[in-house]
């Protein structure tokens, strides 16, 4: 992967997350599918496609994510290969309801939010999926020696 200028290529996302759990903590595989899911958006605006994990060299789970929080899940591209992509996730509680306040509908504003969990991952978008890739990002055909 070489070194390019990737800053604007930032997906973010943020939602409320639940929990089926007794203890009100929201499930890992919750916060692994809301990567996925800022992954998918930010393949969109450099490829014009969902492209397919390939696998995930670090995660981290820092800090429990409560039912009712607020998550704010960023993707931010590190840097482009041929097929490759590698990516920064990062969840971020940016705002909690459970064991806030007086009141059952309490809950506050975090500041600053909560980095709940991060992680490290390649993605992977075929050459013949790359239709919106900038010129100078997209990948080019392997030539036979």
Not at 100 to 114: C, F, H, K, M
Request: net charge neutral.
């Amino acid at each position: 992967m070489s070194e390019q200028n990737l800053e604007k290529y930032v997906s973010v996302i943020e939602t409320r997350v639940h929990s089926h759990y007794r203890d009100d903590v929201v499930s890992l595989g919750d916060i692994t599918e809301l990567f996925g899911m800022a992954g998918g958006k930010l393949s969109y605006m450099l490829d014009g496609d969902a492209g397919l994990i390939r696998h995930f060299e670090q995660f981290e789970f820092l800090a429990a994510v409560y039912d009712g929080d607020y998550l704010r899940v960023t993707a931010k591209l590190l840097a482009v290969g041929n097929t490759s992509r590698k990516r920064l996730y990062e969840a971020h509680v940016v705002a909690r309801t459970v064991g806030v306040g007086p009141l059952a509908t309490s809950g506050q504003i975090l500041d600053p939010p909560i980095l709940a969990a991060r992680a490290i991952g390649i993605t992977v978008t075929p050459l013949d999926c790359q239709w919106l890739t900038p010129p100078e990002l997209k990948g080019k055909p392997k030539t036979k020696a």
